[in-house]
């Protein structure tokens, strides 16, 4: 049944810290991982220009530079990576098969699945212009670099609250851009908000567009759109954050393993393992809490450990 098909102990979809922190692994337990970069190769880092919270990087380093070098210890030890995208899988028995998008079809032994999650954005024009000029989906990440500065956080649920509350720790005022009359939150996190002296909260608010020369320096927005007493508004600000959720890039794997409402996939345990013998997970399709590149990367290794351990014990 598989002799046209390829073989392989591990199979390593997608790259970002935790992809390539599990190939170091299971490639220096010299299993030859084959692994497929996915959409975004290096994932969502690379569309971050400065981390300065990944240990041993004291003066901070390139999102890019740090995947290119994460790829670089992967590869030094015999993974190989392929440019591409897994876009079908059969897990109804082992091995399990696996497909790519040029038709090449895998069967592994064992398959760590580390394809991220993707920030939801608004769908603004001005969003990929200043993308890493002021446009942020990650408050924790980039924060630091708007102290003492303006910056603006569009949402109303608990991370849009938590994200203000963590900028406003930071900057020197925080706008939240809420469209609707409300805030979805907690009612814990809805009263810090409101207590914090430095949020101003713009209910009814809806982003046209933001503006700035070299890099953002304010915002369009509409207030009570589509009303009588519509009105225009620009704000001026240093940064805009994105805190509308995150979508895991999980769809070709739902058929087969458990995920909560969004689609994270599910743990067993606090372990990398699932439901089924052989599939492990990493990284952020199966994080909703932290979404921090050093856990991406732990649970890489976590999930090379115990994919190692299966094929011994196999």
């Known amino acids: 049944m598989y002799r046209n098909m390829e073989r392989t102990k591990c199979l390593i979809i997608g790259s970002g810290p935790a992809g390539y922190t599990a190939a170091i692994y299971v490639s220096r337990a010299n299993l030859q991982p084959i692994e497929y970069s996915g959409m975004q190769p290096g994932g969502q880092l690379t569309q971050t220009t400065e981390v300065e919270n990944f240990p041993g990087y004291p003066q901070g380093v390139d999102g890019n530079q740090m995947m290119m070098d994460l790829l670089e210890q992967a590869q030094r030890f015999g993974t190989d990576v392929r440019m591409g ?56 990440c980039d924060g630091f670099f708007y102290r003492k500065k303006t910056v603006a956080v569009v949402g109303g649920g608990d991370t849009a609250c938590e994200d203000a509350l963590y900028l406003a720790g930071l900057a020197k005022k925080v706008y939240m851009i ?66 509308i959720g995150h979508k895991p890039n999980t769809d070709i794997f739902r058929e087969w393993l458990d995920t909560d409402e969004t689609g994270y996939l599910k743990k067993i345990d606090g372990t990398p393992r699932t439901k089924l013998p052989g599939i492990f997970v990493a990284g952020d399709c199966a ?18 450990i115990e994919a190692e351990r299966y094929l011994l014990n196999s």
């Open 178 to 243: 809420v469209r609707k009359p409300f805030l979805r939150a907690s009612k814990v996190m809805q009263q810090r908000v409101m207590e914090a002296e430095n949020i101003e909260i713009l209910f009814e608010h809806n982003t046209l567009g933001l503006f700035g020369e070299n890099g953002v320096e304010g915002a369009h927005l509409v207030k009570r759109k589509g009303e009588p007493d519509e009105e225009l508004v620009d704000i001026q600000i240093d940064g805009f954050f994105l805190a």
């Open 85 to 140: 995208e897994i876009v079908k899988v059969d897990f109804s028995k082992a091995p399990y098969v696996c497909t790519a998008d040029d038709g090449t079809e895998i069967a592994a032994d064992t398959v760590i699945i580390a394809t991220g999650a993707s920030a939801k954005y608004l769908g603004l024009d001005d969003e990929r212009k200043y993308n890493g000029q002021g446009v942020s989906a990650c408050a924790t």
């Open 287 to 304: 994080d909703p809490v932290y979404r921090q590149a050093i856990s991406a990367a732990g649970s890489g290794c976590q999930a090379a």
